[in-house]
């Protein structure tokens, strides 16, 4: 099993480089943490989790203030189950500053 992410900057349509991004298990433990690429991707960002709930925090907040950008959401959170812990899980984030919206990527 293992999870990755893409963050697009959905006003300018390129990547998000340079997000912080957390993942925490159902406890909130942190389990791995990293900042996306050039192309918005952190491509292995942990293996081996285990089922059960995970979130995803992205720190957008401090992404917005490096580009000069007021924005509504400081940070972006995704909590999901995983039920196979033996599959691959990605998890896009499409990011404004006054919204979002993610999916199950495959």
């Known amino acids: ?17 340079g997000v912080t991004v957390t993942l925490f298990d159902a406890g909130g433990a942190v389990l791995a943490d990293g900042r996306t690429d050039a192309d918005g991707r952190i491509a292995r960002l942990a293996e081996d989790t285990g089922a059960g ?19 509504f959401y400081p940070e972006v959170t995704i909590a999901f189950e995983i039920a196979d812990a033996a599959a691959h899980h990605h998890v896009p984030l499409l990011l404004s500053p006054y919204a979002y919206s993610t999916y199950r990527g495959s």
């Open 1 to 17: 099993m293992s999870i990755s992410t893409h963050v697009l900057d959905a006003v300018s349509g390129t990547p998000a480089a």
């Open 53 to 71: 709930l995970h979130r995803l925090r992205f720190d957008t907040a401090a992404w917005f203030a490096e580009r000069g950008t007021p924005a």
